[in-house]
T-cell receptor, first 111, second 110 residues
Framework: DVKVTQSSRYLVKRTGEKVFLECVQDMDHENMFWYRQDPGLGLRLIYFSYDVKMKEKGDIPEGYSVSREKKERFSLILESASTNQTSMYLC??????????FGEGSRLTVL | RKEVEQDPGPFNVPEGATVAFNCTYSNSASQSFFWYRQDCRKEPKLLMSVYSSGNEDGRFTAQLNRASQYISLLIRDSKLSDSATYLCVVNMWGNNDMRFGAGTRLTVKP
């Protein structure tokens, strides 16, 4: 069965802390994505990657960076967390048909 | 103008009703289109792809109107279990850069 696993379901961090969100997929997909989801705004693309060590900015990359050292793993990094980064973060990978498979999400609260 | 726009609803309908959602997109060169379903506190999951000629999957029908740049989702004979948020997704630039609408909330009541 298809599986995208996000490392943490719930995190609480303080302003200025560095935050790592990890995502692993077991489907050998080339493409991986990080979105954030906020009420009324829907899912907004932060970064995506179409190959190992390759990355592209999405709509809202400011304040975030990503790492794709291995095909199955795509990490989202908040160098210095801020309160406006409190959100639900969703990782996804996509098949050749374009279908997106999502992880269960990581709900981050920044105090 | 937002790249992908949906009526947020909420749509509250009785069981057995037919309900339709529309979604407009800004880039006329967009290549592929999808409807996803998201249950409360869950991740989105693919409901159906949208093909140029329109397609049907049981009680669900999806259509694409390229001239007017919108896609639609029709749900017939609504069930309580259809209650969810429906997300319109567009492969906007043809490079797997999937853009989402904000979602339309549907509640089906007994």
């Amino acid at each position: 069965d298809v599986k995208v696993t996000q490392s943490s379901r719930y995190l609480v961090k303080r302003t200025g802390e560095k935050v790592f969100l990890e995502c692993v997929q077991d489907m050998d997909h080339e493409n991986m994505f990080w979105y954030r989801q906020d009420p009324g705004l829907g899912l907004r693309l932060i970064y995506f990657s179409y190959d190992v060590k390759m990355k592209e900015k999405g709509d809202i990359p400011e304040g975030y960076s990503v790492s794709r050292e291995k095909k199955e793993r795509f990490s989202l990094i908040l160098e210095s967390a801020s309160t406006n980064q409190t959100s639900m973060y969703l990782c996804a990978s996509s098949s050749t048909t374009g279908e997106l498979f999502f992880g269960e999400g990581s709900r981050l609260t920044v105090l | 103008r937002k790249e992908v726009e949906q009526d947020p609803g909420p749509f509250n309908v009785p069981e057995g009703a037919t309900v339709a959602f529309n979604c407009t997109y800004s880039n006329s060169a967009s290549q592929s289109f999808f409807w996803y379903r998201q249950d409360c506190r869950k991740e989105p999951k693919l409901l159906m792809s949208v093909y140029s000629s329109g397609n049907e999957d049981g009680r669900f029908t999806a259509q694409l109107n390229r001239a007017s740049q919108y896609i639609s989702l029709l749900i017939r004979d609504s069930k309580l279990s259809d209650s969810a948020t429906y997300l319109c997704v567009v492969n906007m630039w043809g490079n797997n850069d999937m853009r989402f609408g904000a979602g339309t909330r549907l509640t089906v009541k007994p």
